[in-house]
Each structure stands twice: as structure tokens, then as C-alpha cells.
């Protein structure tokens, strides 16, 4: 995991660190993780090693500097791994790159630079040319997290549906408490100020919504959020905030609004409705198949049915609360880690 930066890198991050917790309940597989300095205790429950020497940024030119440090340090970084059977990069970028004849596992969770390329800048799409759509033509298995984009590779770049496995996210239902009862008069949306996420749209709803509910307020958290610029009065920026922060809005809000234009999977829609929240998303991407019909769905570009969407999930309130906390009980981090572990058998 050389290229991850703690803090800067949405649900992938999530993605990693609970696979590290459920690989650490199994004696099915023996693992160790590999991460660079500053992001020292990431890894929950199994042995860590922190290369040194490997210092990984957010930016390209940062991801480029730690890419370019770990390929100088391929043979001693290879030399302290051991011998191991399978080498998995769930980050994506295979760093330093498998010994021949080591099993070779890449995790990509979506191809949105290639569906929506216009949100990338030149660098950006040439980085992910080069290591995402190469190792993903080199690598034994290619692991992704929904149907939906496991489609979408085979479409665009031609890889055998035989060599990727879906293994869906998970919510940990037993760390969430699900309320049924009165919520306050606010939209939550957790998600970081990436263009995809489609905060400028959402904002628009509310404004709409306020013609007819001026107490409403929009709460927003999550990195890189000072990208969005000047907001409305009733825009609260929370920022970044902790795990149990999060859960008591997801506890308190009248809706989780969902307006992503893209996503691989989506964890806060399962993660509000673990917690009983009324949940209104976007119907692209893997978004619909992980909602289920435990969400209202709207058209993620039109900001009168984003708002429409919002005002029926208010109106709906606490009726399909047992329908969520269902929806979110069927995707576990135990499923995730089982497609892992058959993967992992396999190349061994």
C-alpha cells in the first residue's frame, strides 16, 4: 500500500483498512502490509512494515515522487517481503510490481476516468493510463466492489470476466444505532470536494427545497471541502470529522442526500441507513444496485429532481427505516474479506 496518503483517499481508504481488520480474524491467510512512512499504524490487526524511504502525497506530481521511490527500492523492498505467495495492491498502483512467479492481485474500484474523462485533468488520466489500466492488464485477478463496475472494465478495457471478482463493501451494522424516532431539520452529505461528488447541484436543490422549507440546513463533511468556494449562510462545513461524529449525524439528520454522478460502490448510503436515516441518491453508477429499494433515487445532473427526490425521503421520514437497516445488514466486511481470501487460494 505505498501510495496511500491517511486521510486524503475517500472510501478506498475505507476499503483497505477494514480488509486489514477481517484478514486479521482468519488463519486462512497469513499477511502482512506494506505501507509507506507517515502512515504508520494503518494497518488493524495484522503485521505492518513501513518502508522507509517511500513518502506517499495526494497530489500527482506527490503520487508520482512515491511511485518513482518505490520502483528504486524494488529489490530491497521485495527482499524484506519474504517470499510471498501473492502480492495484493489494494490501492491500485502495484509498487514495486510482483516478482515473476508471485501471484499478482489488483484492486480497482472503478474506471470513472474513463467514463467521465472530462473531471481529469491530461496528468491525471495519463497516471491511471499508465498504472491502473496497465497493471490491470498484467495482474492474475483484478478485484472490484460492484457488478456495476466489474461491467464497465469488461466493456472498456477488455478484461475477462474470468479475472475479476466483485467483492462488495460492507457496514459493520453492530458499531451504528439505528433511530426511529424525531431527526432534525438538516441534509446531511458526507463526501469529499471532488468534482464527481456534485456538490454545486445539491446546493441547488436545497435552494429549491428552502422556497418551500426555509428551516432546512445542508451539513456537509469531508476533506477538500475549501475547493467548493463561497456558500450559502445555511451551508454548514464540518470538515473532516471523526468516525463516532459522523455516526451521531448520520443519528440525527432528516435525510442523507446521495448526488454522486459516479461511483464504484458508495458506503455513506448503507452507512445512513445502518443508523435509521432516510437516505435520497443519485441513480448512477453502482449507486441503485447498492440501494436497493431502500432509497428514493433521482437524476443526479437535474437539480429540481435532486430536490424532488430529497422532499420525498423528508416526507417518507421513518417509513422504510426497517427496509434500510435490512439493506444495510446484507453487505458485510465478512463477505468482502471471503472473496478475498478465494481469490488469494487460487493463485496459490
Known amino acids: 500500500m505505498l501510495t496511500l496518503v491517511p486521510g486524503g483517499m475517500g472510501g478506498s481508504e475505507t476499503y483497505a483498512r477494514e480488509l486489514t481488520r477481517e484478514l486479521a480474524t482468519t488463519d486462512a491467510v497469513r499477511a502482512t502490509a506494506y505501507v509507506p512512512e507517515g502512515a504508520e499504524g494503518f494497518s488493524r490487526g495484522i503485521p505492518e512494515v513501513v518502508v522507509p524511504g ?24 521485495r527482499a524484506a517481503m519474504q517470499s510471498p505467495q501473492v502480492v495484493h495492491f489494494p490501492f491500485t498502483v502495484p ?13 480497482l474500484l472503478d474506471v470513472q476516468h474513463l467514463d467521465l474523462p472530462h473531471l481529469f485533468s491530461r496528468p491525471e488520466l495519463l497516471y491511471r493510463r499508465r498504472f491502473y489500466e496497465g497493471a490491470a492488464a498484467k495482474a492474475d485477478i483484478v478485484i472490484t466492489i460492484s457488478e456495476f463496475a466489474r461491467t464497465r472494465m469488461v466493456e472498456l478495457l477488455g478484461i475477462a470476466p474470468d479475472r475479476i471478482r466483485v467483492a462488495p463493501l460492507g457496514v459493520d451494522a453492530s458499531a451504528y444505532v439505528a433511530n426511529d424516532g424525531p431527526r432534525e431539520e438538516f441534509v446531511l452529505y458526507p463526501a469529499r470536494g471532488w468534482p464527481h461528488k456534485n456538490h454545486a447541484r445539491l446546493i441547488e ?7 418551500e422549507r426555509p428551516g432546512l440546513r445542508l451539513v456537509l463533511t469531508g476533506g ?13 462545513v464540518k470538515g473532516l470529522v471523526s468516525t463516532d ?13 446521495f448526488p454522486s454522478l459516479y461511483e464504484g460502490f458508495g458506503l455513506p448510503p448503507l452507512e445512513a441507513m445502518a443508523s435509521g436515516c432516510p437516505v435520497a ?14 432509497a428514493v433515487l433521482f437524476d443526479p445532473y437535474s437539480p429540481e429532481s435532486i430536490a424532488d427526490g430529497i422532499d420525498t425521503a423528508l416526507e417518507l421520514g421513518g417509513a422504510g427505516f426497517s427496509r434500510g437497516v435490512a439493506q444495510a445488514a446484507a453487505f458485510t466486511w465478512q463477505r468482502c474479506r471471503d472473496v478475498h481470501i478465494d481469490a488469494y487460494r487460487d493463485l496459490v
Open 54 to 77: 517511500v513518502r506517499a502525497g495526494g497530489s500527482t506530481v506527490q503520487r508520482l515522487a512515491s511511485v518513482a521511490a518505490s520502483l528504486a527500492g524494488t529489490r530491497r523492498i
Open 95 to 107: 509498487v514495486p510490481p510482483p516478482a515473476r512467479g508471485v501471484g499478482f492481485v489488483q484492486s
Open 245 to 257: 461524529e459522523l455516526r451521531d449525524l448520520y443519528r440525527r439528520a432528516a435525510v442523507m442526500a
Open 205 to 211: 436543490a436545497m435552494t429549491i427545497l428552502r422556497a
Open 224 to 236: 477538500g471541502l475549501d475547493t467548493l468556494g463561497a456558500l450559502p449562510d445555511w451551508v454548514e
Open 281 to 294: 441518491a443519485s441513480n448512477a453508477g453502482s449507486i441503485p444496485e447498492v440501494c436497493g429499494d431502500a
